[in-house]
């Protein structure tokens, strides 16, 4: 396979569809099933499906463009605004810690385990901290930053590591420092990576500027969200959502098109680099010195925590003290422990199902343009809805129970195994497919022997992040409408004023989250160690 | 281990050759316009920071262009600034402070004004005064702040809107449902924290709590759906807006079923309150006369809800138009009588409402007279 995909070369990427048809006939078939959804959506509306919570798009339509446009403009305007804000000064952020990683090898590990704490953050209990920092205003730009930190840290990680080593070792031949190899080399090089990134991570600020804006923002699209939740009206709040979907995906659509310009001009390739870092076997003293690590940032951020707390004079309603906190944790280990094991549970059962139905969902995609048609334009919007807009609506369809938790966390994992698989059925390299072809193999054999392999490395990444997603939307769902579970442990506890208890939950979920995430990249790494 | 190669020029070559250094150029330039483009973004940032002022200050500036300006009667000079956190977002709840912003009834005393409002997220009123960002909190029960004290605030209670919280249960009126006994063995919608309160109501009826919690968020359809027989609600809030939708249902304040509770409390922490009295004394004045002119003409706050201080989270009129009597009917109580609005009876608050707290399980309760400082209401009565 390795030599396959080094006799394959990267001068252009590999082509993705294999069928060359005329423009006409491609579009056909997934146009067909596109209308094809739309035509269920009117029916359901008409029939009054979930006791009236389905409406017809017209229905769905009539607040964006009827008497009351002006107010969605205004609230989408704000939302967009702050999402904006967010996602550059996020990019910003993630992209100068990731050349500092890059250029500092000595920092790389504890930057990199920095930015998986604060993607494993739960929004629910890092966004109070951030609004007592930066004030209420800026709260949605500040939390659409952190959703975007991660996308943006990692893709440009990666970016930075796509140079081939021919030419880092060319460079350093001709006596190049460190520092101007990075400017030189990698940088350049770096950006369709990036633009990768911000390709997810655009859509992601969206989400995070409105989950912001539940916090007391004046205006915006979560605002009309709450509103809409309150008055009980439908169409309001397929409005919103569908208002809030549609900024994602045009933010999403406006970066694919940069991306497809910028591999023109650059032709990076993102399968080179997962071989050079990911095939090393971990000995047995790196491992020992990420546990250090870990060790290490975290007491370094318990001692921050603690000092941020003095000197900045924070009351302990709003933060509570480290040693409060620790007190709550040490005598009611169990409590944890047990709200623990419920949400993993859940968001194992989310993982399971949501990776179920993508994988099916992606080899039907993948094999029938119709299929495809009927079913992505569905799953983009769903994926590019926010949190909190789906829970109104999903809560509605299947009641306010356990259950809805785990759909809703099924949910956030389907996007990133969809995605993946995908990406990951096409990936397989064009000679051998070809050869396989001239081998008289039939579409199914081929399917099995070659497609479904090459889709594996892409697979486990997918579900590297997947895992992660899991926890989170598990938390997430359960602090809203859960009855057991880490997430609800905090949202009683935060409710009640309770603050140890609160942020105590808020550090387990970030622990289990981290632990999730770093099995499941071990995962991925013997995955690819054995089928890349 | 790669093979070096050797360059075909060796050691010699300028080590920046023209076609690297326009490639240096290109990303130095390159560099140069991302970090311009921060800097703009930044400012941009903060400029449009200060544009999102909260709907106070729109209303403020739209007021008093709205109403002739009250300087001719000498309004006084500005005795400072008061900003008052909502535990909800705008609602007709906060009427009084509404028509008060907009009548001027305010800035006649030489207070200003800023609202800021919560949601389902928002952090606890206790904690946005602990945070520093409002002077004046409206709580929507006293136990929050029994809570935020002992765990190391200052706050104390001034007053309240309602004598009655607004809290309480609803349920279709084919459900027979007359006092505490009848809720047991019924399944309660209930949203996160509920349980404490019922739980207390069963208690101070001196009935073991047993009931079916049906967890819920905000909107009532489980009740509609019959996935449960009751939930907790605001009394003037859910009812009416099922009452809208043409669906019948009945409702009463948890004070009907003896968990007795003051509803909005007003509060501020001690040492707000000692460096700003006459501040106070003056807002609250203020604020009453807001009260008072919103039972005169309970329409005159529905324009303001709908187009200046709501204009941004579709205020829907018809429940407003529904909603703000219900709330006016809370405000009244024997001791509001004798001793005008927002004001607290401390027998009632000691006999009654701690009574409902310790059936809920509290213990050190402080005393009254810690919690409670009734003069700064007292003396806006006189204003």
Redesign the interface.
Known sequence: MTAVAATSLAPSPPRRSRRRSMPVTRFAAPLAGVLCTVLIWEIGGRAGWA?GMIVTPGEAIEPIVGD?RE?YQ??TF?TI?AAA?GL??GS?IAFSAALVAAGVPALRRAISRLAAVANAAPW?AV??CL??VL????GP?AVAALAVFFYVFVSTTVGLAAAP??SH??LT????SRRRRL??LQ??GCWPSVVDGLKLAAPAAVAGAI?GE???????LG??L???????RAE?LWAASLLSAACGLIAYAVLAVVRTAMVRRYGASITQTTERSLTQRPRTATVLLEVVTSLAIAASLVLVWFLWIEWAD?????VPRPSTVWADLSATPGDYLGAAVATLLTAAIALAIGTTVAVTAAIGASRSAFLSGLVVPVIVVVAATPLVAL??LL??VF???PSTVRLLAATMVFFPVFVAARSGLTAAPVAAGDAIHALGASAARRFRLLDLPAAVPHLTTGLRFAAGTAVIAAVVGES????QGLG?EF??AY?????PRAFGAAIVIVVVSVTVFALAGIVERATHRRWA | MHPRHQTPHALDTNPLPVPQSRRTFLVNAALLGGATAFGGALLAACGSDDEESTPATTGDTDASAATAAPTTGGAPASLGLVRTAFNWTVDVEWSAWYLADSQGLFAERGVDVEFSHGGPNTPAVAQVLAAGDADVGVASDELQLIKANAAGADFVILGAMYQRSPSGFCWLAETEIAAASDLVGKRLGLTTGDEIRVDALFKVNDIEPEYETVPMSFDPQPLIDGDADAITCYVTNQPIQLALRGIDAKSAPFSDFGLKAFGDVLFASKAYVEANRDLLVAYFAGLIAGVKANVADPMAVIALLTDVYGKDVEIDAEYSEAGNPAYIALLDSDFTAANGYLSIDPVYLETEVYASYTAAGETDLPPVSELLDATVIADAQKL
């Not at chain 1, 539940?214 to 915006?220: E, Q």
């Not at chain 1, 709450?226 to 009980?232: N, V």
């Not at chain 1, 924070?314 to 709003?318: E, H, Y």
């Not at chain 1, 809203?480 to 009855?483: F, H, K």
């Open positions: 006791d009351t107010l205004r609230a704000a605004g804000r550059v000064i910003v629910v966004a109070p609004l007592v004030g209420r205003e800026r730009a080593v021919a070792d060319v031949a001709l006596g190049t400017l030189m940088v350049p989950f539940w916090y007391g923002a004046p205006r915006g605002v009309l709450i509103s809409a939740m309150q008055s009980g309001r924070i009351s302990p309603l709003v829970l109104p809560a509605r009641g306010y129970q809203l409408i859960g009855r609800f949202t009683l409710r009640q004023l309770e603050l």
